[in-house]
């Protein structure tokens, strides 16, 4: 029999299917390639390093930047502090060197840096009134009795002064706390003319009628010295209650009331 000659369609179809079959192997062929890279890179490739970050910027302060400075002590008022006595050019810090200056205070510890000034003055200032630190500076101070009367403080904080018509800020005060003394820091304000770094600290002795001032004019040591201040002893604790009255624990008792914040029986201030 003769081989029956394929019509136009089943030639048509045949084509069609030998292209799907090339597409799909194109694909397949792709798709393993792909694959076979992608794997290949997982496996043989190495990360890039990444760059460590570095530090933020420190101060690192090895030490006590005061330990080698000089140790002013006085005994008779109770009280320390330390100095660079090698900056100093001219030395009086010793209480064999009390005297009385033109304005009646008692000096007690200079260290003298020409032309700059002092670095640190100590003074023995006479209290009677009994006044607390920011009443005696306005009363007394050389810096706040110098200022005209358009001169006020706001909060006891920041102070001005009425210059050509404007209020400037000529000094500011913080509130300071040693051991149990309150006292008050007073420095030049944003404002003030030829600030040059100067600081002073008013703080009651914890002898009677007695305020410390402490006057620094040297820019970037003030903190320093008035840090090492403190002192002498232990201040005497506060009492954490009120005194209990003796007939409250005795037979018959009194008729006194007690309250919440008394002491206990045999409890001691």
Sequence with gaps: MEDAIPTA?????????????LVVGIVILGIGIWIGLFLGKRLYSKPLPQPTPLPAETLVMEGDPTANWKVYTNSKYGFQLKFPDDECKDEKYTSINEYVDKQGKYIVGICFKSPHGYIVQINLLNNSGGLSPFEYLKKFD???VGWTSDFKCVDNRECYEKIHGVYKNVLNIEEIKIDTQVGVKIKPGKDFPGADGWQEIYIPSRQEKVMLNIRSEEYGLSDQIFSTFKFEGQAAPAPTCKPRPACLDTTPRCMIAETSDMCLPNQKL
């Design 9 to 21: 369609s089943v030639i048509q179809t045949q084509k069609t299917n030998w292209l799907l079959f």
């Design 142 to 144: 050389d810096t706040f």
